[in-house]
């Protein structure tokens, strides 16, 4: 396999076609709707599904009834249109079934604008529809991970049978990169023992996502809890950056991080011992291994491309072991490296920056 | 000479009634009088007849027949409010050969869903769509709907309905891509053997491939209506079928040659 060159949207959509997925349904949104054009030619091409919905309500719902049938089913959209889902999502996540979901965030609140934005941490990682659960959620820095991600997505959410989340923001489904796409996988000959496919030969299977027996609620809800303990276990991942001999840390994740890592460099460049955490889950956030490196810094400068959302997560995990410090942009605005080195200079320590 | 007796008599007898197979056998939770259950019956019925039985998917919807996909002996799900038809898109794109069915109240269908019902007719969707109309929110006891009778008092429209019913048969029936719509009602014998004979027409349009297909249902729900199950009865053919006259709205030429 080899490079090329390949914008955000369209790399996570043929991704997502090579990791199986069989079914999108999806409703036009900008900055993601490459991704939906890119798949209303190649999904008839393969002989696939795919359906330009009424609305996101109902984009999600058909995912829940194709997730019901047991194929690898996406739907894609930008943060007012995640907002549309959320019953959908609570639902799919109530029932067990696995899904991706791709948010390709804009600024907001509102109908705010078609730049990049982060300000949807909240609305994927804690609130992505009512009840106890979070999904899993995976953030791209760049076009490369954007793919690789995808592909992690459809796989943890039939591992887990659990729903995904692709938090990208406007900046990685707009930009174009170099790219290595995977290998087209096999469509799997069968379908998961859960799939809705008629009861033939068999006792029929029955999807819902509620009990009307408190002790049977929370039973179920205990379950949910279980497996999200598997998933905070197993799955946290990240990327560091000069971490080594680091004495202040600055954690950023998607365009941020990246960006943040040019800021890193400048530092270094002039001696200055800075290091860049980079959460790729949100969901679960990375905190084992934050924790670790907050023993040993100064301080810490968490940048969002929002007011600070992420923040409190690094907070709960660092608690008392470093100071934690916060530079953000929003509605769209970028922050660019000389911002990101500008805010570390104002808060490095006189001995770390001599 | 009593087994020789019993012998000649068994012979002799004929099963005229039984559970359809497509039914479980749990009991269902509708109160005494509520023609959910005539509903219920009729579909598992057609189901067996039409050997569908392992090929069917229910969808039950948010209202009363929230347990649906517990009482058909058939793979099922449950949407959410309103959104059975978008579910059953999902199913039924995935996999052309079964048979989805979704099974709605009028609050589901004709209130919050009714943009999904409405691009799921568009489309021609070929999922078939039992539409219960009993003017009424059952499940939350009462409240007005949009299929509630004008001047209809209701626990959210204590002092009569202001405004005119939906009437969804005949929305959706002028959408060039329905193959079979077309309302029945379940107030006595008669009606119900033809609510029978139109599910039957509807599932065979879904098989045939021939596009969407409801059969409306006006139903009667005593418990919010404060009536006996009797004078729900009457209700519907005295207060329901002028609003909502029994007919077919709309029978593609396909489906009169099936
Ligand atoms: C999103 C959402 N809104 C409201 C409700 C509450 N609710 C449950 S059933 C129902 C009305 C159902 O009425 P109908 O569809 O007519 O069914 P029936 O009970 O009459 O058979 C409502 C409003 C809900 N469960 N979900
Ligand atoms: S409340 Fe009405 S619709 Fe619901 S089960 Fe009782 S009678 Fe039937
Ligand atoms: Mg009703």
């Known amino acids: 396999m080899s490079r090329e060159l390949l914008k955000g949207n369209v790399a996570i959509a043929e991704a997502a076609l090579r990791a199986g997925m069989y079914a999108y349904f999806g409703y036009p949104i900008t900055p993601q709707t490459e991704l939906l054009e890119h798949l209303a030619r190649r999904m008839p091409e393969l002989g696939r599904v795919f359906l330009q919905a009424e609305s996101e309500v109902a984009a999600i719902n058909m995912v829940y009834g194709a997730a019901c049938a047991g194929v690898r089913t996406m739907t894609s959209s930008s943060s007012p249109g995640i907002s549309l889902m959320q019953e959908g999502l609570s639902y799919i996540a109530a029932s067990d079934l696995p899904c991706v979901v791709v948010d390709v965030m804009r600024g907001g609140p509102g109908l705010g604008n078609i730049l990049p934005s982060q300000a949807d941490y909240f609305q994927v990682t804690r609130s992505a529809g009512h009840g106890d659960y979070h999904p899993i959620v995976l953030a791209p820095a760049s076009v490369q991970e954007a793919v690789d991600l995808t592909v992690l997505a459809f796989d943890l959410a039939d591992q887990y049978r659990h729903l995904v989340i692709l938090a990208a923001d406007g900046l990685i489904g707009q930009m174009m990169e170099p790219a290595e796409l995977p290998p087209m996988r096999d469509l799997p000959a069968e379908r998961p023992a859960y799939a809705l496919t008629g009861a033939k030969g068999r006792p029929p299977r029955r999807i819902a996502s509620f009990y009307l027996q408190a002790e049977a609620e929370e039973a179920y809800n205990l379950q949910i809890q279980a497996r999200l303990a598997r998933i905070r276990q197993n799955e946290q991942r990240s990327a560091e950056y000069f971490t080594d001999d680091a004495q202040f840390l600055v954690v950023g994740y998607g365009t941020v991080g990246r960006i943040a890592l040019s800021a890193v460099r400048q530092l270094r460049a002039a001696g200055v011992p800075v290091g860049l955490f980079r959460p790729i889950t949100l969901y679960p956030f990375p905190e084992a291994r934050l924790r670790a490196l907050a023993e040993r810094v100064a301080g810490i400068l968490v940048v969002e491309m929002n007011a600070g959302q992420m923040l409190e997560d690094v907070r709960l995990a660092v608690l008392e072991r470093a100071p934690v410090h916060f530079y953000g942009r929003m509605g769209g605005a970028v922050p660019m490296p000389e911002e990101i080195v500008g805010a570390l200079r104002q808060l490095l320590p006189t001995e770390v920056l001599s | ?258």
């Open chain 2, 1 to 258: 000479m009593t087994d020789l007796l019993l012998e000649a008599t068994t012979s002799h007898m004929e099963t005229v009634y039984c559970m359809p197979q497509a039914l479980s056998a749990q009991p269902t939770h509708y109160c005494p009088g509520c023609t959910h259950g005539v509903a219920h019956r009729l579909l598992a019925e057609a189901l067996d007849e039409l050997n569908m039985r392992e090929r069917a998917i229910l969808v039950a919807p948010v209202g009363c027949a929230v347990f649906a996909y517990q009482y058909f002996e058939i793979d099922g799900c449950e949407a959410p409010h309103g959104r059975a038809p978008a579910m059953a898109t999902g199913l039924k794109r995935v996999q052309p050969d079964r048979i989805v069915i979704t099974y709605q109240g009028d609050g589901d269908l004709a209130s919050i869903g009714a943009g999904e019902i409405l691009h799921a007719a568009a489309r021609g969707e070929p999922i078939t769509v039992i539409f219960i109309n009993n003017a009424i929110y059952g499940m939350t006891g009462g409240q007005m709907a949009p299929t509630s009778l004008s001047g209809q008092r209701t626990t959210s429209s204590p002092f009569g309905r202001v405004g005119e019913p939906l009437r969804m048969s005949e929305l959706l029936a002028v959408l060039p891509q329905t193959a079979y719509i077309v309302r029945r009602s379940l107030h006595n014998p008669a009606h119900i053997r033809k609510a029978k004979k139109a599910i039957l027409t509807a599932l065979k349009a879904q098989e045939a491939g021939l596009g969407f297909s409801m059969v409306e249902l006006l139903s009667s729900c005593p418990t919010n209506w404060g009536l006996s199950p009797a004078e729900a009865l009457e209700w519907i053919e005295k207060h329901m079928l002028p609003v909502f006259p029994v007919g077919d709205y709309k029978v593609a030429e396909a489906v009169k040659e099936l």
